[in-house]
């Protein structure tokens, strides 16, 4: 069915029109404080379900889908990245860690509708693909690749600002990888100079409009510090969904084997895959100091596992909101069987074999999904038609 959610209904169209139709500041905040959210996410959808192809609701679905095939792409050039998938195993390593990662309860209930989180994580999946290839190259064609992956980052901030968490994670991932030596040092300033012109290109326009209208660049947050009299010197952060205890904090991805509600999210849902990653970082840390593997020689897993790790935190810190989080789950399935990898290398080096171990566990992981049920309606000849009862004389 197509997307009925209800930020759709109650600001993703209206942010949009009001855009396009010159409503800002002139309708009193009819979406509540998301009036105020950058709406360049929002213009495709509008153009195409209320434009272009009203009477084609599946046509609009099918195209808004587009993003995850994208996202699934994306996930998948890294992972073969990662598994140098030159050979029949490294492939179907590759496959399984795209298939785990993809397939996750905030990522699958998102595909096709207007959320942005699956748009937002193509840009970061798009950047993080671009460092691993500067990775494995020099002189002036990595540092163009650095700095369009920092304007991918920047410009994913800028379209919808929870992104901002991943490029900090990106800079010391970048530094770790890198020893902290100078041609590190060199690369996270280059990344770091294209994120701040990525996110002035989706943002700055937003920010100039919001700092004439009410005060502020960031309206409606952080107004302890920007102060616009339209509201109360608050930063006014969702802080619902938080851990509640030091214990909760340190294992929170455990809590979510379990059927959970309201826990990181509003719905019902239930997800392996963030524990199993928190697993997966653990061993490989043991391989790496204990050296049963040489994993400190696979540079791309080593940037991913520190990537996630203070994405991760940053993640928790701010808001722990599941959907978020939907980059850190497509790169958990990386993470899960890279450790796979690593934990069977010392028994076997067949990656065939290691492909039917990872393909085990991605039947498991996805026989115990629950994914979240934002809401859906069945199609009907036109993606959105109101009906008014008639009046009465």
């Known amino acids: 069915g197509q997307d009925a959610d209800f930020d759709l209904m109650n600001y993703h169209l209206y942010n949009a029109f009001a855009l396009i139709d010159g409503r800002i500041g002139v309708d009193l905040a009819p979406g509540s404080h998301q009036t105020f959210f950058n709406p360049l996410l929002d213009l495709p959808y509008y153009f195409l379900a209320v434009e272009w192809l009203p009477a084609y609701p599946r046509v609009v679905a099918a195209v808004q889908g587009l993003a995850y095939g994208l996202l699934v792409f994306l996930a998948f050039r890294i992972n073969r990245r990662v598994f140098r998938a030159g050979d029949t195993g490294g492939t179907l390593l590759a496959v399984i860690a795209t298939a785990i990662g993809v397939t996750g309860a905030a990522t699958i209930s998102e595909i096709g509708t207007t959320m942005g989180d699956i748009p937002v994580a193509g840009f970061v999946l798009a950047g993080i693909l ?11 064609g ?3 690749g650095d700095g369009v992956a920092g304007l991918l980052f920047g410009a994913a901030a800028g379209l919808k600002l929870v992104g901002a968490i991943f490029a900090p994670a990106a800079v010391v991932a970048l530094l770790v ?3 902290l030596r100078t041609r590190a040092v060199w690369r996270a ?3 770091a100079g294209g994120a701040a012109i990525g996110f002035a290109l989706t943002y700055g326009w937003w920010a100039w409009r919001m ?8 309206f409606p947050f952080f107004n302890r ?3 616009s009299p339209w509201l109360p010197l608050t930063d ?3 802080k619902r969904f938080l851990p509640r205890s030091v214990m909760q904090a340190l294992y929170y991805p455990f809590w979510w084997i379990q059927k959970q509600h309201s826990l990181v999210t509003e719905l019902d849902f239930r997800d392996l895959r963030l524990a199993l990653a928190c697993v997966a970082v653990a061993a490989l840390a043991i391989a790496a100091a204990t050296g049963w593997r040489r994993a400190l020689q696979n540079r791309p ?9 203070v994405g991760y935190v940053a993640w928790e810190w701010i808001f722990s909101i599941l959907r978020y989080a939907v980059v850190l789950e497509v790169l958990s399935g990386t993470l899960i069987v890279a450790a796979i990898t690593a934990a069977m290398g010392t028994f076997t080096r067949r990656r065939v074999l290691h492909a039917v171990a990872a393909g085990a566990v991605f039947v498991g992981v996805l026989a115990w999904t629950m994914p979240l049920n934002w809401g859906r309606v069945p199609f009907g000849s036109r993606t959105f038609a109101v009906d008014v009862a008639p009046l009465p004389p």
């Open 189 to 191: 300033g280059v990344f």
């Open 211 to 218: 700092w004439t209208l009410t005060g502020s660049p960031a």
């Open 225 to 227: 510090l920007f102060g």
């Open 142 to 144: 990595a540092v163009i």
């Open 177 to 179: 990888v890198g020893a």
């Open 301 to 309: 897993i080593v940037f991913l596992a520190v990537f996630a790790v």
């Open 236 to 238: 006014f952060l969702d």
């Open 130 to 140: 671009l460092l691993l290839r500067g990775e494995e190259s020099a002189g002036r």
